[in-house]
C-alpha cells in the first residue's frame, strides 16, 4: 500500500521488541522468523528511508488492534473456505517451450506431477497456430502427431493435460466464438477426426502477454460452455503477478476459471511476497478457482527461489483452502518435496495465523 501511495521514506513501529531488533540487527533468532525477517528485507530496499522502532503497546493501540481485526478476518475466511480446495495437490509443468525439454511422457512418469501444459496454441490476431517444438510448428504441420501417444500416456497417468494460449491476440466477439469453435472440433473433442495433436487434451490455459485484451472473456466463456457433466472442459489462467493484469483481467472476473496459477518470477516486482499472495487470495475469494503458485526453476531469472526457500513458502501458501499447485514456467522441478506432500500437514494448522503488531 506504501508503494502504490507513492511514499518513499516510512517507519514502522511495533510493541514487539525482540523481533524489532531481529529486523534491525538482521540475526533471526527464531527459524519460523527467517524467511518472514528476509521478505521484509528485501521490501526494505523499495524505499528510500524505511526504519522500523519499538514503542509500548500503550502507544500503540491503535494498530494492535487492527492486526488483531485482521487475524479474525483471516480465521473466518479460511474456515468459510475449507471445503473450497478438493484439487490442490501436488506439482504442474510447462512443457515445449525449449528444445532442452524432457521427453513428455517421461515428465508424466513421474507420480509428482497433476497437470501438464503444453504450449503452445499461438494467437496471431484471429487465427491460431500450432506451435510447440521443433518437430511441430507451422513448418511441419502434420509434425504434431506423435505427441498424441504421450498425451494420452499423461492422461492415463491421471494428469490433467492443457493446452496453452499464447501470441498476440486480436479478436472480436465473433471471432473469439470461431475460434473457440476451432479449438473445441480440433483439440477437446475428435469431431473432426483425430485432430492435429492425434489426441484430445482436457482443458486450455490462458497465458496471454501480448497484443489485444478485447474478448478473452468471451472466448474464455465460448470454451465453457462446452463443459457437458460427461465431459468437462478444464480452463486455467497465468496471470502476471501486479493486480489486476492487464490482458487477462476481464477473463478471469467470468468465473469460469478452474486455476489461476499466478507467475511471481520474470519481473523485480513479481517476487513472491505473502502480501501479494494475500492480495491474489481476495482478489479470487468470490469465485470457484484454486489459486496456485507459478515459479521459475531457472536460476538466472529474476524472482528464483531456491529450494529451501521454496519450502518455506510453499508451507506459507498450502495454508490457503484455495491453494491449487506449485506450478512450474521454466526449467524442471529438482527440490525433492512437492506441494502435496506439505499440503497434508498444512492443513491441519490452517487456524494458525500470528500477527506481528
Not at 517451450?97 to 497433476?114: F, I, K, P, V, W
Not at 486480436?170 to 473433442?189: G, K, P, R, T
Not at 489485444?212 to 466463456?221: P, R, Y
Not at 470457484?288 to 524472482?303: A, E, F, K, M, V
Request: hydrophobic content about 35%.
Amino acid at each position: 500500500m506504501t508503494k502504490v501511495a507513492g511514499w518513499t521514506n516510512i517507519e514502522v513501529q511495533s510493541d514487539c521488541k525482540n523481533v524489532v531488533s531481529q529486523i534491525n540487527t538482521g540475526n533471526a533468532q527464531e527459524c519460523s522468523l527467517q524467511t518472514i525477517l528476509q521478505d521484509i528485507e528485501d521490501l526494505k530496499q523499495i524505499f528510500d528511508c524505511c526504519r522500523f522502532s519499538f514503542v509500548p503497546r500503550t502507544a500503540n493501540g491503535c494498530s494492535h488492534s487492527l492486526a488483531q481485526f485482521a487475524v479474525k478476518l483471516i480465521r473466518k475466511r479460511v474456515s468459510a473456505d475449507a471445503e473450497c480446495s478438493s484439487e490442490g495437490e501436488g506439482v504442474g509443468f510447462y512443457w515445449g517451450q525449449s528444445l532442452h525439454d524432457e521427453n513428455l511422457a517421461e515428465m508424466c512418469n513421474n507420480s509428482m506431477y497433476r497437470y501438464a501444459v503444453l504450449a503452445s496454441l499461438n494467437l496471431e490476431g484471429n487465427k491460431p497456430v500450432l506451435s510447440i517444438d521443433d518437430k511441430c510448428n507451422p513448418s511441419y504441420p502434420a509434425g504434431c502427431a506423435y505427441l498424441g501417444h504421450m498425451i494420452d500416456f499423461c492422461k492415463a497417468q491421471g494428469i490433467k493435460v492443457l493446452l496453452s494460449l499464447g501470441g498476440r491476440p486480436d479478436l472480436s466477439s465473433d471471432d473469439a466464438h470461431n475460434v473457440a469453435e476451432y479449438i473445441w472440433n480440433n483439440f477437446l473433442s475428435n469431431n473432426s477426426g483425430p485432430g492435429p495433436l492425434n489426441a484430445t487434451v482436457d482443458g486450455i490455459d490462458f497465458r496471454i502477454q501480448s497484443g489485444s485484451n478485447q474478448s478473452l472473456d468471451v472466448l474464455a466463456q465460448a470454451l465453457r460452455n462446452y463443459s457437458t457433466p460427461e465431459r468437462k472442459v478444464y480452463l486455467s489462467a497465468a496471470p502476471l503477478c501486479q493486480i489486476p493484469d492487464y490482458y487477462l483481467d476481464d477473463a478471469i472476473k467470468t468465473g469460469v476459471f478452474d486455476h489461476v496459477w499466478v507467475q511471481f518470477f520474470g519481473d523485480p516486482s513479481c517476487k513472491f511476497y505473502p502480501p501479494i499472495w494475500i492480495a491474489w487470495y481476495c482478489y479470487l475469494d468470490k469465485y470457484n478457482t484454486t489459486l496456485s503458485l507459478g515459479i521459475t526453476r531457472n536460476p538466472d531469472t529474476d524472482g528464483f527461489i531456491p529450494c529451501d526457500d521454496l519450502f518455506t513458502r510453499t508451507f506459507f501458501v498450502v495454508q490457503f483452502p484455495k491453494f491449487g499447485t506449485l506450478m512450474v514456467f521454466e526449467g524442471k522441478y529438482e527440490c525433492n518435496f512437492s506441494s502435496g506432500v506439505l499440503l497434508a500437514s498444512g492443513k491441519k494448522s490452517m487456524n494458525k495465523f500470528y500477527a506481528i503488531d
